[in-house]
């Protein structure tokens, strides 16, 4: 709690050490994650879906998890972002004890919560779900409780602005998770082992997370909630369920019940899926340093409110920086990738892929503005605009679907995503007045199409086995270079990376910190 002790607001450069420092942290975590679920999820394509008929069989299995999803955002009630924005408040005002008032108070409302989205799961996949996962389905229903009581404490160390306490418990819970996940496979447990896996991994992050939060908050004594405060958390937790609502239907895989509903072909649920669930966790990446960022805005504005739009302009221009390089790179590669590593009986995959990961992009770089809007509590705009977004989704699954199966799902999906975006970024540039450096943004696009120009050349000249590595490697070559050609980074960008690289082993140090001076040379 030395944290909030501190007199007057840190300088920028503390404030991009911290960045820099959950960033790190969290990209250990997103590493992590984003190999053990994409090895799994190939695991699982292969034993399970080596056929027409497994493919039916996985896309109705993942129908029924996409119903648990449902009840698990919606059961989330807003309430972890809620904690996450009061207890960066108050204890960046000098007041840990509110802040402990506001953890207590949220995690008690969310186990609630919790026991009663359970029960409401139980009834939507008997009534939606397939009864040949009966047990598979319960067992994923089980799950949510400790999915939602470990988002409460997992906001908390986000408040604290210390990524490191969440980092842990997310790659331990991992590790269990792939580990059973193998076993289920190996030994022919089937589905109902991997919702097992998924049980267990869940009630491990979840014990760690609480354990840990009480070592870092227990001591402090408990505050009391003023009337007024109350009544801004209720308000703010109100507008966050609709935003969780939302977020289902534009941002999530809500398509997969029109694809249900309107395409017979139950393969083209799975052709949607796995591409959405891998360019979701490559999203990671980018979205950590937005991520970071957002920590540190909810927390800035306990301590004062000058910089939020510098940071909220910095946070859209870093994602862009990220995931241009990801996701334009995914798309480029996605035929060899698929054919390579799921096989070519996996072949209808590779156009929802590239589709699904170009129009990605847009959804990275919400994270900055939307922060803004909750960091300052006007949200209505985020509503409102969803609302409009979720009908041109809907709208457009209804017109390609049928037709276009896997396909028309990730233009509908994505088309809406990039219409959030383009207007959360327009309300904030008008309404804040932002600088949004437009130019340095036309820099970091071109620098992509350099890069995705030599890759898909590359595919083509070198294909097969040899070409994927081959391809990948001539990309982040590209990438840097492009970047040192364009300039497309500033000055201050040295610093801030140079903080990133400030987490790497001490070997790896002088190594980043030469390669960065070599791409921005318009900083020395």
């Not at 227990?218 to 009337?227: Q, S, Y």
């Not at 801004?232 to 534009?250: D, E, H």
């Not at 480029?332 to 929802?352: D, F, H, N, Q, T």
Request: charged share 15%; hydrophobic share 50%.
């Amino acid at each position: 709690m030395k944290k909030s002790e501190k007199s007057g607001p840190p300088s920028p450069t503390a404030n991009s050490r911290i960045i820099a420092k959950n960033a790190a942290w969290g990209g250990v975590e997103v590493v992590f994650t984003f190999l053990t679920t994409f090895l799994t999820s190939v695991a699982v394509a292969r034993v399970l879906a080596a056929d027409a008929a497994g493919k039916d069989r996985l896309g109705s299995y993942q129908y029924i998890v996409y119903l648990t999803t449902i009840t698990l955002v919606v059961g989330s009630f807003g309430l972890p972002t809620t904690t996450r924005k009061y207890m960066a408040e108050y204890l960046n005002n000098g007041k840990p004890e509110v802040a402990r008032a506001t953890y207590l108070l949220t995690l008690k409302i969310q186990s609630y919560i919790s026991l009663l989205a359970a029960a409401i799961g139980f009834g939507v996949v008997s009534w939606l779900g397939d009864p040949h996962y009966s047990t598979a389905s319960v067992l994923l229903v089980v799950a949510i409780v400790p999915r939602l009581i470990n988002s409460v404490p997992s906001q908390a160390n986000n408040a604290a602005e210390v990524a490191q306490r969440n980092t842990e418990p997310a790659v331990v819970a991992a590790a269990v998770t792939v580990t059973l996940t193998i076993v289920s496979l190996l030994v022919g447990w089937d589905f109902v082992g991997l919702s097992a896996a998924v049980l267990a991994g869940a009630c491990v992050e979840c014990v760690m997370k609480l354990h840990g939060v009480e070592k870092w908050l227990g001591n402090v004594p408990r505050g009391v909630l003023a009337p007024g405060l109350r009544r801004r958390m209720l308000t703010f937790s109100g507008q966050g369920i609709a935003l969780l609502l939302l977020n289902l239907l534009v941002w999530d895989r809500s398509d997969i019940m029109i694809l249900k509903a309107l395409n017979p072909d139950r393969s083209q649920i799975t052709y949607f899926s796995l591409p959405f669930s891998l360019a979701d966790r490559v999203l990671m990446i980018p979205t950590l340093f937005a991520g970071a960022l957002a920590f540190t805005m909810m927390a800035q504005y306990g301590r004062g409110q000058a910089r939020l739009k510098e940071m909220t302009v910095d946070g859209g221009r870093y994602a862009l920086l990220v995931s241009i390089p990801l996701l334009v790179g995914l798309a480029c590669i996605s035929r060899p990738l698929i054919l390579l590593v799921y096989g070519a009986k996996w072949g209808p995959m590779i156009a929802p892929m590239a589709i699904i990961a170009l129009l990605a992009i847009p959804k990275s770089l919400v994270t900055a503005p939307t922060m803004l809007l909750q960091t300052t509590e006007r949200q209505g705009f985020l509503i409102l605009w969803g609302c409009l977004c979720g009908v041109v989704d809907l709208g457009l699954d209804f017109l390609l679907v049928r037709k276009y199966g896997a396909n028309g799902a990730a233009i509908a999906n994505g088309a809406a995503q990039a219409m959030a975006a383009l207007g959360i970024w327009i309300y904030v540039w008008r309404s804040d007045h932002l600088d949004l450096k437009l130019r340095d943004c036309g820099r970091i696009v071109l620098s992509g199409a350099i890069m995705a120009l030599g890759v898909v050349a590359t595919t083509r000249v070198v294909p097969g086995r040899v070409g994927l590595p081959v391809a990948v490697a001539v990309g982040v070559a590209l990438w840097m270079v492009a970047l040192r050609v364009t300039r497309a980074l500033r000055p201050e960008d040295v610093a801030r990376f140079l903080s990133i690289g400030g987490q790497f082993p001490a070997a790896l140090r002088p190594l980043w910190s030469r390669l960065i001076a070599w791409m921005a040379p318009s900083a020395g």
